[in-house]
């Protein structure tokens, strides 16, 4: 079992995610059949899975109790589980709700063109366009809890002919794992069914939800601040640091991947992962060159061939299929004048001539 969670743990993210739903549903189909069958519990299918939720999300339900002690054992087990289960499917949802908004400097760069979009533009369109563009992740994952929240409540009203007040307490307190107020003892089958359905699906999308919309009252990092902090001159402190990682080696030179680190820390790389990185390029370069071939960075598994081309161990040359290429056609971020620099040099020789 830890082994393969481990296993799970060490695959890329893509392949890791299958897996963790797979043990998901079988941690739930286990607290199912344990609280459904198990002779002191013996609650029957649907109130088991209700209950298998319950307390596996620890969610809190005040019905059906738990009274049989040594049950209590399987519980305890069973919730801390459960606490893993609910934070990767948290990780795993969080990561499709926000997928692609993840680099904050192409964030800062829509950012820029939002506010500009904003302050120009007068077409209703193009103006919601821009604000959905811009809120995509937040206004995706709440408008996805909201649609949750809308079918526990209307099931509810319909079901048990609560006022909608309380239908809407249920919803909430339940899908936030307050469980204030729970189902009663006579509702029908289905019911105990959909509310497990839901809990189990609406408690990471809240969490989810709610953090996207705490991410709207934290002040993103402007780009003109970006831009000051990479122009502003190098201080004696972050020489030192370019000394001790081994990036200016006394020469009095810094090349442009040296400036490029430099940069990275400015915008808050930790300086302890840049250090593990130097660390590590020590560790691949064996022959002491200060250079790494690819036969070091792939462990021998490929090498450069006479023509140019990338070729492997095995037999075979690398191509250029799978390479994906980005580009931002109307996002041109400038980081310094030289461009209007340029513009007036060209203009001064066209007068010139």
């Known amino acids: ?25 079988a941690w739930l189909l286990v607290g199912s059949l ?42 305890t087990v069973y919730v801390l589980i459960g606490s893993s289960f609910v934070a990767v499917a948290l990780g795993l949802f969080a990561d499709k709700v926000g997928e692609d908004h993840d680099n904050w400097f192409i964030n800062m760069v829509q950012a820029k063109a939002y ?23 937040p206004i995706r994952s709440v408008g996805v809890w909201l649609i949750c929240v809308g ?15 309380q239908a809407l307490y249920f919803a909430i307190s339940t899908l936030s794992t307050g469980g204030h107020w729970g189902l009663t003892e ?8 959909l509310t497990g359905v839901f809990s189990m699906v609406g408690v990471p999308l809240m969490g989810v939800a709610m953090a996207q919309l705490a991410t709207l ?28 990682f081994e990036l200016e080696n006394g020469d009095g030179v810094i090349d442009k991947a040296e400036f490029i ?32 071939t690819i036969e070091e960075i792939t462990g021998g598994k490929y090498y450069l061939g006479r023509d140019g081309n990338i ?27 030289s461009s209007d620099e340029d513009d007036n040099k060209k203009e001064k020789v066209s007068n010139q001539a």
């Open 311 to 337: 070729c492997s161990k095995s037999g075979g040359t690398l191509g250029v299929r799978g390479l994906k290429q980005f580009s931002q056609a109307h996002l041109n971020v400038e980081f310094s004048d």
């Open 1 to 25: 079992m830890w082994a393969t969670l481990r296993g799970l743990i060490d695959e890329p993210h893509k392949r890791r995610g299958p897996g963790m739903i797979i043990l998901w549903l």
């Open 115 to 137: 506010r500009d979009t904003i302050e120009n533009s007068t077409s209703f369109f193009v103006l919601s366009k821009a604000i959905y563009v811009q809120y995509e992740a």
């Open 151 to 165: 079918i526990m409540i209307t099931y509810s009203i319909w079901g048990l002919e609560w006022p909608f007040i």
């Open 217 to 244: 009252l934290v002040d993103e990092s402007d780009l003109e601040v970006t831009k000051e902090s990479i122009v502003e001159d190098v201080t004696g402190e972050e020489l030192l640091m370019l000394r001790k």
């Open 261 to 292: 680190i430099l940069c990275m820390v400015r915008m808050g790389q930790d300086p302890l992962l840049i250090e593990f990185i130097s660390k590590r390029f020590d560790e691949l370069d064996d022959d002491d060159s200060g250079c790494l």
């Open 34 to 75: 344990f609280y459904a069958y198990a002779p002191r519990s013996n609650l029957g299918s649907g109130k088991g899975f209700y209950m298998a939720v319950n307390i596996g999300y620890s969610i809190g339900f005040g019905y059906p109790a738990e009274s049989y002690d040594p049950y209590l054992w399987f519980s």
């Open 186 to 193: 006579g509702a029908a089958g289905w019911m105990w069914w």
